[in-house]
């Protein structure tokens, strides 16, 4: 790896991470000697990029510091198309498009030697396998999301029993068939995992639930860990 690669990749692991990061754990990572990068965090120092940190405690980047955000390596590149390829062929149509956007923006701006790895991808996702419309608007769903406000359900069941319910939205599940929206469920009091294909009708109500978004997806994950089975279920979970 040349020496302008390698400063550049510490830097995109001091960047990551949320701890202090080892001069032994970045050695490893790179597959060089913890000499070399000390030598290398104190030529990054000397050139002014924010490291603060010392040996054996580990080093942070700060959080100010920025780089020109399309200095992408080859491998960048192709996780960012497949990813806008996944999303393309199964996210709902404000995503979808927003992916080919996405790709699109990465072509005009990447360094012409690198546009084959957009045009002529090493890697690709299959067609989607999709079978049924969503009953729901995901884009506006999102949006209840991050603004962590409620939404009325009128739920359909895998026996056709109708349920109406009042859920506070967690996070949307994008599989390779289906869609499902996790949220807690007020009339169960519990978590709960809804087949967008399998939901009537929604009204979203402008009432915040008592929680913070960030709060709530945690107390979802906690869920999941508790309930393995659950979690690794690809299919839906009946509410």
């Known amino acids: ?11 995109q692991i001091l960047r990551r991470s ?9 050695a490893a990572e790179l597959e060089v000697s ?40 080859p491998d960048e590149i192709e996780a ?13 149509p404000v995503l979808a498009n927003a992916a080919r956007d996405l790709i699109a923006k990465i072509t005009s701006v990447v360094p012409e030697r690198l546009r084959p ?11 989607c396998g999709l079978r049924v419309a969503d009953s729901i608007d995901l884009a506006h769903v999102r949006t209840w999301v991050r603004e962590g406000r409620k939404i009325r359900l009128l739920y359909g069941d895998e026996r056709g029993e109708r349920t109406d319910r009042i859920v506070w939205p967690v996070i949307i599940g994008f599989l390779d068939d ?28 402008d009432v ?6 960030s709060v709530l997806r945690q107390r979802w994950k906690r869920h999941l860990d508790e309930k ?3 979690g690794r279920n690809t299919s839906p979970v009946r509410p």
């Open 117 to 127: 790895f957009i045009a002529d991808p090493t890697i690709g996702t299959r067609p």
């Open 34 to 73: 913890t000499r070399t990068v000390y030598r290398d965090i104190a030529d990054l120092i000397a050139q002014r990029v924010p490291v603060q940190g010392e040996a054996g405690f580990g080093y942070i980047l700060d959080d100010a510091f920025d780089m020109p955000p399309l200095m992408l390596t």
């Open 18 to 26: 949320t701890r202090p990061v080892t001069a032994g754990e970045i």
């Open 178 to 205: 289906i869609r499902m929206l996790a949220a807690w469920c007020e009339l169960r009091q519990d978590f709960r995992h809804f087949r967008t294909d399998r939901i009537i009708t929604a009204e979203f109500l």
């Open 228 to 230: 393995p089975a659950v």
């Open 1 to 11: 790896m040349r020496r302008a690669d390698r400063l550049f990749q510490i830097i």
């Open 80 to 92: 960012a198309v497949l990813g806008a390829q996944w999303v393309a062929g199964r996210g709902d």
């Open 208 to 213: 915040r639930y008592d929680s913070r978004p």
